[in-house]
Structures are given as structure tokens and as C-alpha cells.
């Protein structure tokens, strides 16, 4: 399996712009992770899916930020309108429930 | 929050065993406890876990104490790629939120 799939790997924009994450998770993994990692905040988990129905969105900033998960191999993360503050590295992470969390390789913002 | 603490930063000479330690005073029953690491930039990645008995793997050795309060990464035989910030955490196998907290920072010092 090719693990957690994440794009893009980097993502540089202006304040303002919508911003959109993507992940695609390991097959037959039935949870997916949303985090986001800063320096000052450490790791922090922004929401949460089982069987592709959220779970747990009160790691969600701001109504600024909004996730979904239309199938079992796809979800994003969307950020709109995007400000200096969300430059982050945001992780995707899918494990079957219970079971260790793998993770993707992340998507580096930078919010100018 | 987190449900475990762990010391804030640690060193180890190449070679020696690293220990690392945590503490998780409120685990209930079903939890398991969860071990990864992060390198560098890397996503975190899972190196073990275990929920009374001690547990090992190629990567690493999991103590956990008798009444289940506090726990012991040990990695053998540590080196320089083995530095990286490893992460202890709780995990029901019925409830799905996994939080980290902010880890131990291991450096494996030549």
C-alpha cells in the first residue's frame, strides 16, 4: 500500500485566498485524522472521522475552516478565507478504529 | 488535553539504551497506551503500544507499570537516526479522539 496520500506538499498563497488540503487514506481504514503542527502549538487535532461521518470537529479554529469526507479514500480540508495565522504543516492520518494512526507526509502552508 | 506528561527533553549517548518515560495517572481500562515518533518534519510515525503486559518489537521495548499509571519506551541501543521527539499517548479502542501533547525531544548525542 502506498500509505497516507497527501497534497500538496507545499502550499504557498496570499491572505485571503481559499486554500484546500487533500488526503487520501490507507484502504480499509475506517478513522481519519485531521492535525495541524506549529512550533508554538505543537501537534493539534483539528477533526476526526469514522466510517467518513465527522466525529469530533472541536479542534476546528474557526468557521474559516471546514473538512469533509465524501467517500472512504477522500477528504479535505479547506480554508477560506486564509490568514498569516493558519501557516502550518496540517497532517492526515487514517487507522482502522482504535488501531495506530499512520500518517501522511503533510501539506506545508505559508499564508503571506 | 493530553492525558499524559512526559519529560520535556532528553539525551542519550549513541550506543546506550534511551528510556524514556511517561506518565499517565488516569488511564482507564480499555485504554491502550501508544507510542510514536516524529523526525525531523516527518508525520509521526507508530512504534508500539500495549495495555498491561509489557510489550516488544523490532523497534522497541514498552514497560508499563502494574497498575497501569506510568510507562517506559526503551530503545535498546540508540542512535543518531533515533533522534526525534517521541510522543506518548492514550487511546480507547471505543473512542477514536487521539490527542498529543507535546512529547520528549530525544537527542542521541555521538
Known amino acids: 500500500d502506498a500509505g497516507v496520500i497527501q497534497s500538496p506538499r507545499h502550499e504557498v498563497t496570499e491572505m485571503g485566498q481559499e486554500v484546500t488540503l487533500r488526503c487520501k487514506p490507507i484502504?480499509?481504514?475506517?478513522?481519519l485524522f485531521w492535525y495541524r503542527q506549529t512550533m508554538m502549538r505543537g501537534l493539534e487535532l483539528l477533526i476526526y472521522?469514522?466510517?467518513?461521518?465527522?466525529?469530533?470537529d472541536s479542534g476546528m479554529p474557526e468557521d474559516r475552516f471546514s473538512a469533509k469526507m465524501p467517500n472512504a479514500s477522500f477528504s479535505t480540508l479547506k480554508i477560506q478565507p486564509s490568514e498569516p495565522r493558519d501557516s502550518a504543516v496540517y497532517f492526515c492520518?487514517?487507522?482502522?478504529?482504535?488501531?495506530?494512526?499512520?500518517f501522511g507526509e503533510g501539506s506545508r502552508l505559508t499564508v503571506l | 488535553d493530553a492525558k499524559t506528561t512526559q519529560p520535556t527533553s532528553m539525551d542519550c549517548a549513541e550506543g546506550r539504551a534511551a528510556n524514556l518515560p511517561c506518565n499517565h495517572s488516569?488511564?482507564?481500562?480499555?485504554?491502550?497506551v501508544y507510542w510514536y515518533r516524529q523526525i525531523h518534519s516527518q508525520g509521526p510515525q507508530y512504534i508500539i503500544h500495549?495495555?498491561?503486559n509489557n510489550e516488544t518489537n523490532e523497534m522497541a521495548s514498552l514497560i508499563i507499570t502494574e497498575d497501569r499509571k506510568s510507562s517506559t519506551l526503551i530503545l535498546p541501543h540508540a542512535t543518531l537516526r533515533d533522534t526525534a521527539v517521541y510522543y506518548c499517548?492514550?487511546?480507547?479502542?471505543?473512542?477514536?479522539?487521539?490527542?498529543f501533547g507535546p512529547g520528549t525531544s530525544l537527542s542521541v548525542i555521538p
Open positions: 492520518a487514517s487507522s482502522y478504529v482504535g488501531g495506530e494512526l499512520f
Open positions: 484502504s480499509g481504514h475506517n478513522s
Open positions: 472521522f469514522n466510517n467518513n461521518v465527522p466525529i469530533d
Open positions: 488516569t488511564i482507564s481500562g480499555n485504554e491502550y
Open positions: 500495549g495495555l498491561k
Open positions: 499517548i492514550v487511546r480507547s479502542t471505543s473512542y477514536d479522539k487521539v490527542i
